[in-house]
């Protein structure tokens, strides 16, 4: 067995963030933050521990001990997903967990790997409370290209790791496109989503354009509504809808 086959099946569950890969014990408790188990990285945004993967009652939770941060969760293929906010957690019943948040300007996913999950595809969108299965969303091709501008450093990262949150204007810059038309086409995504039950893009007045800039990203990369492939669509030659 290789090395990273062993800190898979080690122990039942295993994490993975750039490459290297921890082997979880069950009578610990694994931190993830700036000064942890996992060290992210030396992010004055990010909490010294904001997550905690550790086994009670019978099952490995994913906790957020944190005070201001949230993540964004979904299984291995983006069916379904939730939302974490400080003080819950959540179970960790799926083969692979997909987490994603957002620190300051900077955008950090690592994976949860669980050799005997509880869960196979026939159990998606029973796992717990706050967990929801995914459903189809349309959006034109105008706010699709605002999801990828938004998602474009994300999506060109090999790998679990950080990239940088875009602003606004270099989203904007990029599809070459007014601020304002830019801004105008955010608004009706989140609106969108917002209707259709995705929290975390409405409400809230500190920071809130960097905020939900964050959650789009995350729900939109954690749920696949844009991935790899769809890069050269902001490259194309642009219709109006």
Same mark, same amino acid.
């Given at each position: ?57 019978g099952l490995w939770w994913l ?23 400080p003080g819950a957690r959540l ?5 692979? =967990? !997909?987490?994603?948040?957002? #620190?300051? *300007? ?8 669980? %050799?005997?999950?509880?869960? +196979? ?23 699709? =290209? !605002?999801?990828?501008?938004? #998602?474009? *450093? ?8 950080? %990239?940088?949150?875009?602003? +606004? ?23 969108? =989503? ?48």
């Amino acid at each position: 067995m290789s090395s990273v086959d062993a800190a898979r099946t080690r122990d039942g569950v295993s994490v993975e963030y750039c490459g290297e890969w921890f082997s979880l014990e069950a009578d610990t408790v694994f931190s993830i933050g700036r000064d942890a188990d996992l060290g992210i990285d030396d992010n004055q945004f990010l909490h010294r521990r904001f997550l905690e993967i550790h086994y009670t009652d019978g099952l490995w939770w994913l906790s957020n001990v944190g005070t201001r941060l949230s993540a964004t969760v979904s299984d291995g293929e983006g069916r379904v997903q939730a939302w974490l906010a400080p003080g819950a957690r959540l179970p960790v019943v799926f083969s692979t =967990l !997909v987490v994603i948040f957002t #620190a300051g *300007p900077t955008t950090y996913e690592f994976t949860v790997h669980a %050799s005997q999950p509880t869960f +196979s595809d026939s159990g998606l969108g029973e796992a717990a409370s706050g967990v929801t299965t995914v459903g189809a969303v349309t959006f034109t091709p105008s706010q699709k =290209l !605002v999801i990828l501008a938004l #998602a474009e *450093p994300m999506l060109l990262r090999e790998g679990t790791g950080m %990239s940088e949150l875009p602003t +606004s204007v270099m989203a904007a810059k990029r599809l070459g496109w007014a601020s304002t038309r830019f801004n105008r086409k955010l608004d009706n995504v989140c609106d969108k =989503l917002d209707r259709a039950g995705v929290q975390g893009l409405r409400g809230g007045l500190t920071s809130y354009a960097t905020n939900r800039r964050a959650r789009l990203i995350e729900h939109a990369i954690a749920t696949r509504i844009v991935t790899r492939i769809d890069l050269p669509l902001l490259d194309a030659p642009q219709n109006e809808d």
